[in-house]
C-alpha cells in the first residue's frame, strides 16, 4: 500500500509539474496565448483557472498510473506500449467528470448561483457534459494534447521502470549486502 500511495504520488505530481510548465511555455508561443481549445461562444474558466484544470487530470493520471504500475508494469513490448497508451485515455476519460464539475463550480463563483435543487442539476449537467464533451476540448488544444501524451509516456513508461517499482534489493553469494 505505501508503494502504491508513493507511486500515485509521483505520478501526480509529475504529471501537474510537467503540464505546468508546458503551459507557462505554451502560453507565451502560441497566439494570443491560446493553449487549451474551447467551443464557441463557451466560457473559458480553463483560462482563468488552468492550474486547476491541470491538477484534475494529474489527480486522475496519479491513480491510473499507480495501479497500472503496480499490476501491469511487468508488461514488455507491444503490450506494454499499448497499456500505457490506455493509461492515459482511462485517465483522461476519469479527469472528465471531475473537470466538468470544476467548471460548474466556477460557473457558480462567477456569481451564477441558482437555488439548490437547480444548482444541484446545474452541476450534474457539467459533469455530464464534461464527460460528453470533455474530449473534444482535449482534441483541440494541439499542441498541449501531443505533448502531454509525450510527457505522459515518458513519466509512466521511465517512472515504473526506473523509480517506483523496482524489485528489492536480493544479496547474492557475490554480491553480498553491504
Same mark, same amino acid.
Not at 144 to 166: D, E, R, S, W
Given at each position: 500500500? %505505501? !508503494?502504491?500511495?508513493?507511486?500515485?504520488?509521483?505520478?501526480?505530481? $509529475?504529471?501537474? #509539474?510537467?503540464?505546468?510548465? +508546458?503551459? *507557462? @511555455?505554451?502560453?507565451?508561443?502560441?497566439?494570443?496565448?491560446?493553449?487549451?481549445?474551447?467551443?464557441?461562444?463557451?466560457?473559458?474558466?480553463?483560462?482563468?483557472?488552468?492550474?486547476?484544470?491541470?491538477?484534475?487530470?494529474?489527480?486522475?493520471?496519479?491513480?491510473?498510473?499507480?495501479?497500472?504500475?503496480?499490476?501491469?508494469?511487468?508488461?514488455?513490448?507491444? %503490450? !506494454?506500449?499499448?497499456?500505457?497508451?490506455?493509461?492515459?485515455?482511462? $485517465?483522461?476519460? #476519469?479527469?472528465?467528470?471531475? +473537470?466538468? *464539475? @470544476?467548471?460548474?463550480?466556477?460557473?457558480?463563483?462567477?456569481?451564477?448561483?441558482?437555488?439548490?435543487?437547480?444548482?444541484?442539476?446545474?452541476?450534474?449537467?457539467?459533469?455530464?457534459?464534461?464527460?460528453?464533451?470533455?474530449?473534444?476540448?482535449?482534441?483541440?488544444?494541439?499542441?498541449?494534447?501531443?505533448?502531454?501524451?509525450?510527457?505522459?509516456?515518458?513519466?509512466?513508461?521511465?517512472?515504473?521502470?526506473?523509480?517506483?517499482?523496482?524489485?528489492?534489493?536480493?544479496?547474492?553469494?557475490?554480491?553480498?549486502?553491504?
Amino acid at each position: 500500500m %505505501k !508503494r502504491l500511495a508513493t507511486s500515485f504520488c509521483f505520478f501526480s505530481a $509529475a504529471c501537474w #509539474l510537467l503540464g505546468s510548465v +508546458g503551459y *507557462l @511555455l505554451l502560453v507565451r508561443v502560441m497566439p494570443d496565448g491560446a493553449v487549451f481549445g474551447s467551443w464557441f461562444r463557451m466560457v473559458e474558466y480553463h483560462y482563468q483557472y488552468p492550474y486547476q484544470y491541470i491538477f484534475v487530470v494529474a489527480v486522475a493520471y496519479g491513480l491510473t498510473a499507480a495501479v497500472w504500475a503496480r499490476f501491469l508494469g511487468h508488461l514488455t513490448g507491444l %503490450k !506494454r506500449v499499448v497499456s500505457i497508451v490506455a493509461v492515459m485515455f482511462v $485517465a483522461l476519460a #476519469l479527469s472528465s467528470v471531475p +473537470g466538468g *464539475l @470544476l467548471w460548474g463550480i466556477h460557473d457558480v463563483q462567477a456569481g451564477f448561483v441558482p437555488r439548490l435543487p437547480v444548482l444541484r442539476h446545474n452541476l450534474m449537467w457539467a459533469a455530464t457534459t464534461g464527460l460528453t464533451f470533455g474530449w473534444v476540448i482535449i482534441g483541440l488544444s494541439i499542441p498541449y494534447n501531443i505533448l502531454g501524451c509525450v510527457a505522459a509516456y515518458a513519466v509512466t513508461h521511465y517512472g515504473q521502470k526506473i523509480l517506483i517499482f523496482q524489485q528489492p534489493f536480493q544479496p547474492t553469494p557475490g554480491n553480498p549486502r553491504i
